[in-house]
T-cell receptor, first 112, second 115 residues
Framework: GEDVEQSLFLSVREGDSSVINCTYTDSSSTYLYWYKQEPGAGLQLLTYIFSNMDMKQDQRLTVLLNKKDKHLSLRIADTQTGDSAIYFCAESRGLRASKIIFGSGTRLSIRP | DSGVTQTPKHLITATGQRVTLRCSPRSGDLSVYWYQQSLDQGLQFLIQYYNGEERAKGNILERFSAQQFPDLHSELNLSSLELGDSALYFC??????????????FGPGTRLTVL
């Protein structure tokens, strides 16, 4: 099917690492993305990874891609209250990666 | 600020009515996408336009239609509204040609409430 799947909720303690997982279906996806949606706002691209990469690190963010299992994860180190948001996994499809399929989003909440 | 604008910000209407949501893409972007976000369905892709022509269709109901005008702004028309159409409607744009990863830039959304 077309689904990009991710769990709906994740709760972590402030200062711990958060790991948000996602599975996708199209092995020919060119790019895989993580978008962040803060309360009352639209989605914003957080990071992305090209499909020929296994890992990408950007400050507190680490993206891991397992193409064999079609599994993508986002690790946020030292999670802060400002990281509270909904995180969407997405994959690109089609010509020039013009079609992007989003997961349903994982709501990350931070507890003190 | 993503550069994508949407109006109105909020819309309250009654069942059976018809509304039009408007989107202005980032300057230079040729593609416009419409999404519906509701609590029970998550983020659903509705439709994409590229330079005035329909490019891709998602889970868009027959009661809904969209168009993209020569100045590249887009409108989403929702008719015969039902309670279940209450949701956040997002517009996104892409395609300026400078982004290697086809990033979509999202507007702030229009919150539609059908009473």
């Amino acid at each position: 099917g077309e689904d990009v799947e991710q769990s709906l909720f994740l709760s972590v303690r402030e200062g711990d690492s958060s790991v948000i997982n996602c599975t996708y279906t199209d092995s020919s996806s060119t790019y895989l993305y993580w978008y962040k949606q803060e309360p009352g706002a639209g989605l914003q691209l957080l990071t992305y990874i090209f499909s020929n990469m296994d890992m990408k690190q950007d400050q507190r963010l680490t993206v891991l891609l397992n193409k064999k299992d079609k599994h993508l994860s986002l690790r946020i180190a030292d999670t802060q209250t400002g990281d509270s948001a909904i995180y969407f996994c997405a994959e690109s499809r089609g010509l020039r990666a013009s079609k992007i399929i989003f997961g349903s989003g994982t709501r990350l909440s931070i507890r003190p | 600020d993503s550069g994508v604008t949407q109006t109105p910000k909020h819309l309250i209407t009654a069942t059976g009515q018809r509304v039009t949501l408007r989107c202005s893409p980032r300057s230079g972007d040729l593609s416009v996408y419409w999404y519906q976000q509701s609590l029970d369905q998550g983020l659903q892709f509705l439709i994409q336009y590229y330079n005035g022509e329909e490019r891709a269709k998602g889970n868009i109901l027959e009661r809904f239609s969209a168009q993209q005008f020569p100045d590249l702004h887009s409108e989403l028309n929702l008719s015969s509204l039902e309670l279940g159409d209450s949701a956040l409607y997002f517009c996104a744009s892409s395609g300026r040609g400078t982004s290697e990863n086809n990033e979509q830039f999202f507007g702030p959304g229009t919150r539609l409430t059908v009473l």
